[in-house]
């Protein structure tokens, strides 16, 4: 879609009819633009899946019109990448003029048991299979053949097309409080088609780097102030330098032995706990959701190592940072934090601490934001380089996250939500290990590279047993289960 004004084609539209404003903009941001072309390296896709669980099957039509409304109140799931001639630079998002719902809604039943292990093998193999770059980079499945007549459902998506908003945010629009059909929603039309050329893109990109050009003169004007205080200047600078190597996990603990092979090959786990009993954990401890979730994982790598002989001191994780924009006090982006996770501490609540620690410290150093400062920047470089980087700073054994999830019981097309897991890429780690809550429950989904762990099942009872230390800080009844 092309960029919007107050004359463009919805400006004749109630407000109560108008698409939400994510998707308006036409311009790819700078970090997204680097996570699409790490997809260069097919080791790096950034494809990124949500599993719902329901409780019977969803009604065909009413899904299909679901994601038709869905692609008209959110106009980027109507678009597609454009880049220009030279495959440099950011990208912009365009309104696809040969869209097609019924490419991208489809429905299938499992072959065999029905059982949620062949569930998660069948997701698995169609998050391994890479999306198509000319279309709009999203699929979804409704998935029948469960026991007792229950459904699933399953979106698949590149993480580029999420932008600002999270996965969550944007699956939320197609759930409702009622499992009978909402009368009186918004109905904004369909969005134009868009003729945006390579060569448009390229003017648009000359056009985005003239409009930055101010802030990176702000930079130049305050380094220059800076100068006014040398010693100050000069601590800054060293503050930063030092920083830097620990925000791109140059200078993280090696990685684990046990999980240094990689491959591409991905392999799907899932679990859930109470999430009142991971809040009564953090309270008994004065730690963060974030940090008992934390505590919890690295407890239950930390058991993996034990059981098969190969204990670690450390391994390195990355956890993502909200941090104040650069260029805006009012806007927030996403950083990275590295940590050194504590598998050579004995006492879980001494372990769960120094994450704690660990993520304070994080969200303090002075190159937090390093990573956006320099997107748009690496957006110029070609894609395979891009690849490399993304490579040599993703090296990490764990990647972990905590979105958030719905808080009331939802529907979807007449079929009640029961759980909800979200899967996320694996760019170089180990594994990576995202947490949704929804009506209460805790749901965490872990995608791991089948190289690295090689023994399923003994990893899937560490993780329970590992994340059941953290939760009997506080109650031993609010125990974690695997999803099976």
Same mark, same amino acid.
């Given at each position: 879609?092309?960029?919007?004004?107050?004359?463009?084609?919805?400006? %004749?539209?109630?407000? +109560?009819?108008?698409? !939400?404003?994510?998707?308006?903009?036409?311009?790819?941001?700078?970090?997204?633009?680097?996570?699409?072309?790490? $997809?260069? $390296?097919? +080791? +790096?896709?950034?494809?990124?899946? @949500?599993?719902?669980?329901?409780?019977?099957? #969803?009604?065909?039509?009413?899904?299909?019109?679901?994601?038709?409304? *869905?692609?008209?109140?959110? #106009?980027? &799931?109507?678009?597609?990448?454009?880049d220009s001639p030279l495959g440099a630079g950011i990208p912009s998002w365009v309104v696809d003029p040969e869209f097609?719902?019924?490419?991208?809604v489809r429905r299938m039943r499992l072959a065999g048991d029905g059982s949620i292990r062949e569930l998660l093998t069948t997701c698995q193999q169609l998050a391994m299979t890479a999306l198509d770059p000319e279309r709009p980079p999203w699929e979804v499945y409704l998935i029948e053949g469960l026991p007792d007549g229950? *459904?699933?459902?399953? !979106? %698949?998506? +590149?993480?580029? &097309?999420?932008?600002? @908003?999270?996965?969550?945010?944007?699956?939320?629009? !197609?759930?409702?409080?009622?499992?009978?059909?909402?009368?009186? %929603?918004?109905?904004?039309?369909?969005?134009?088609?868009?003729?945006?050329?390579?060569?448009?893109?390229? !003017?648009?990109?000359?056009?985005?780097?003239?409009?930055?050009? #101010?802030?990176?003169?702000?930079l130049a004007i305050k380094g220059a102030m800076a100068l006014t205080d040398p010693r100050k200047a000069l601590s800054q600078v060293l503050r930063f330098g030092r920083s830097v190597p620990r925000v791109a996990g140059l200078i993280s603990p090696p990685g684990s032995p046990l999980l240094a092979e990689r491959s591409l090959s991905w392999r799907f786990a899932a679990f859930e706990v109470p999430f009142e009993a991971v809040e009564a954990a953090g309270t008994e401890i004065r730690a963060s959701v974030d940090e008992v979730y934390l505590g919890g994982l690295v407890s239950g790598l930390r058991l993996y190592h034990r059981r098969l002989d190969r204990p670690v001191e450390a391994i390195p994780i990355a956890v993502p940072i909200m941090v104040r924009s650069s260029e805006s006090p009012y806007q927030t982006r996403m950083s990275i934090g590295r940590l050194a996770g504590p598998t050579g501490i004995d006492d879980p609540f001494e372990r769960v601490l120094t994450v704690r620690?660990?993520?304070?410290?994080?969200?303090?150093?002075?190159?937090?934001?390093?990573?956006? $400062?320099?997107? #748009?920047? &690496?957006?110029?470089?070609?894609?395979?380089?891009?690849?490399?980087?993304?490579?040599?700073?993703?090296?990490?054994?764990?990647?972990?996250?905590?979105? *958030?999830?719905?808080d009331w019981e939802s529907y979807v097309a007449g079929a009640r939500v029961e759980r909800m897991f979200a899967f996320g890429p694996l760019p170089g780690c180990a594994m990576m290990a995202t947490m949704v809550t929804y009506n209460g429950t805790s749901c965490i989904g872990i995608n791991y590279d089948a190289a690295a762990v090689t023994e399923p099942e003994l990893f899937a009872e560490s993780i329970v047993d590992g994340f059941n230390e953290v939760l009997a800080l506080a109650d031993p009844s609010g125990r974690m289960i695997r999803f099976t």
């Open positions: 879609m092309t960029e919007q004004t107050s004359a463009g084609p919805y400006s %004749k539209l109630s407000d +109560h009819d108008r698409p !939400l404003d994510f998707g308006a903009d036409g311009q790819m941001s700078p970090v997204d633009a680097v996570l699409w072309r790490g $997809d260069s $390296d097919r +080791h +790096h896709r950034g494809t990124l899946s @949500m599993l719902e669980i329901y409780d019977c099957v #969803p009604d065909w039509d009413r899904l299909v019109a679901a994601h038709d409304w *869905g692609s008209r109140m959110l #106009p980027r &799931l109507r678009q597609r990448v454009v097609d719902l019924h490419y991208h229950r *459904g699933a459902y399953f !979106l %698949k998506a +590149h993480q580029a &097309l999420t932008g600002g @908003m999270s996965s969550i945010g944007i699956l939320a629009q !197609l759930h409702s409080r009622q499992r009978d059909p909402v009368l009186g %929603k918004p109905q904004p039309p369909a969005p134009d088609p868009d003729n945006t050329g390579a060569l448009d893109i390229l !003017l648009r990109q000359v056009s985005h780097e003239v409009r930055r050009a #101010p802030h990176r003169v702000d620690e660990q993520i304070r410290a994080a969200r303090n150093e002075p190159a937090v934001n390093a990573f956006n $400062d320099v997107g #748009p920047m &690496l957006a110029w470089l070609p894609g395979q380089i891009v690849g490399q980087f993304s490579g040599a700073t993703t090296q990490n054994d764990l990647q972990a996250s905590n979105v *958030g999830g719905i």
